[in-house]
């Protein structure tokens, strides 16, 4: 049996890239993809949280004649559906599971309390965590780190649709180039998008190392759980 790097990791799924090549909001042949490995993740020992967002229903931003405050309840309310998507493919596969949303959804879901997530992770349970931080002004990624500091995350598994942190945009500049590692404060001082800033600055104040990298291949979740080389380490050493 394969032996994995981290004992707990929050991992962060993009909301956009589980929509990949469907015209609906979910793709959900991929999300039995990406659930699969999630699922050998948990069999191998591995503690496992996740955050989803939800660029495939609706970002904040595009609500640009909207309140801000109103436009941003809706993300949390749109990251709740995909959180229930995931948990009923982990589910059909046999993975214990339980949503948990910083807004209380009771009737589908449980209230976020630390304590009570960490009992579920101790059992072996996949926790999902959805409605963001529960306030407006701050994006999933800013969740992400967050949670992973309340439940002593190992690391934090970015899994978006770029493969890394590059030094330019490689969309506009053909010389860019993948990093291995990065520090938080090139992050912030370069103007780097590929994280948020907000984001960037709680996790070099808490000293939480981050792990970004493709979802186009599912299977480099697995990887990044075993501590194999892909993608960019921000703020940390490969293992």
């Known amino acids: 049996m394969d032996v994995p790097a981290y004992k707990r990791v929050l991992i962060k799924l993009s909301g956009e890239a589980l929509a990949a090549g469907c015209d609906g909001i979910l793709n959900f042949d991929y999300l039995k993809e990406v659930c699969s490995v999630i699922k050998r993740c948990v069999d191998i020992g591995t503690q496992v949280s996740i955050v989803v967002g939800a660029g495939n229903i609706w970002r904040g931003r595009q609500g640009t004649d909207m309140d801000r405050t109103r436009a941003d309840h809706m993300g949390m309310c749109a990251t709740v559906i995909n959180c229930l998507a995931l948990q009923d493919v982990l589910e059909q596969l046999g993975v214990s599971t339980r949503v948990m949303t910083a807004i209380e959804m009771k009737q589908f879901a449980e209230p976020y309390i630390r304590n009570k997530a960490l009992s579920h992770l101790e059992h072996g349970r996949v926790v999902i965590f959805g409605c963001g931080i529960g306030s407006p002004f701050f994006s999933t990624d800013t969740a992400a780190v967050l949670r992973a500091a309340e439940i002593d995350a190992d690391i934090v598994l970015l899994a978006k ?69 892909i993608g960019t380490i921000v703020g940390g050493t490969e293992k």
């Open 161 to 229: 649709n770029v493969d890394g942190v590059y030094t330019a945009d490689p969309k506009k500049d053909p010389t860019a180039k993948k990093l291995s590692n990065i520090d938080y404060i090139d992050i912030l001082s370069h103007g780097l998008a590929a994280l948020d800033f907000t984001a960037t600055s709680f996790s070099m104040e808490n000293k939480i190392p981050i792990l970004l990298f493709g979802l186009n291949d599912p299977e480099n979740i697995y990887k990044a759980v075993l501590g194999e080389k």
